[in-house]
């Protein structure tokens, strides 16, 4: 059993469509969690970070994280055509904080 | 500035060949971390840099890869005798220090072995 799972998808909405992306695990320890947009042929980049759980906003963005039960969620309001991409969440155990445990990656596509 | 750049961006040998791959990370930043990116996965830690410390090479799958790194600077991933499960790409990260802090991902390295 991985340690992040993540649904693949392909997720596909139409535009203005409210997205919600989930990733969940199994390791109790970990403690930072992000996610990271990545488009085709390029590197990720970090899109949101909390710190244990919570939610925390970013304009379009709300990232959620429920320790209790080990699963966090990304929601993407108003999507666009420009939000198509894959969507990989992260995690940091309490020891080796550089070594981030990343999920599959959902690929998401929306559609004008 | 800058970002993280690497190279070359698409690699085709045959089974059985040396490569290496080269990280540029961004300049100041004092950690560097290499991930494997097969296709349909996740990013799979490879190993990490830090300043002069020792890396920690935990993530390396075999003997057949190995890191090196000059200084703070640019960093080289070689794969020896190369399979064709080695078939990903690669990808640099670099942050500012030793806590956490944002990994910033070069674009990558697509390795095909034939």
């Known amino acids: 059993q991985k340690e992040v799972e993540q649904d693949p998808g392909p997720l596909s909405v139409p535009e203005g469509a409210i997205v919600s992306l989930n990733c969940t695990y199994s390791?109790?320890?970990?403690?930072?969690f992000m996610w990271y947009r990545q488009y085709s042929r390029k590197g990720p980049e970090l899109l949101m970070y909390?710190?244990?759980?919570g939610n925390k906003e970013d304009g379009r963005f709300t990232a959620q994280v429920d320790k209790s039960s080990k699963y966090i969620s990304l929601f993407i309001r108003d999507s666009q055509p420009s939000d198509s991409a894959t969507y990989l969440c992260?995690?940091?155990?309490?020891?080796?904080?550089?070594?981030?445990?990343f999920g599959t990656g959902t690929r998401l596509l929306v559609s004008p | 500035g800058a970002g993280v750049s690497q190279s070359p961006s698409n690699k085709v040998t045959e089974k059985g060949k040396d490569v290496e791959l080269r990280c540029d990370p961004i300049?100041?930043?004092?950690?560097l971390y290499w991930y494997r990116q097969r296709l349909g996965q996740g990013l799979e830690f490879l190993i990490y840099?830090?300043?002069?410390?020792?890396?920690?090479k935990s993530g390396l799958p075999s003997d057949r890869f190995s890191a090196e790194r000059t200084g703070e600077s640019v960093s080289t991933l070689t794969i020896q005798r190369t399979q064709q499960e080695d078939s990903a790409v690669y990808l640099c990260?670099?942050?500012?220090?030793?806590?956490?802090?944002?990994?910033?991902f070069g674009p990558g390295t697509r390795l095909t072995v034939l």
């Open positions: 992260a995690m940091i155990p309490n020891t080796g904080f550089q070594k981030l445990v």
């Open positions: 990260a670099s942050s500012p220090g030793t806590f956490y802090n944002e990994q910033f």
């Open positions: 840099f830090q300043g002069n410390s020792a890396p920690d």
């Open positions: 909390t710190y244990s759980s």
């Open positions: 300049s100041g930043h004092t950690a």
């Open positions: 390791n109790s320890a970990f403690q930072y």
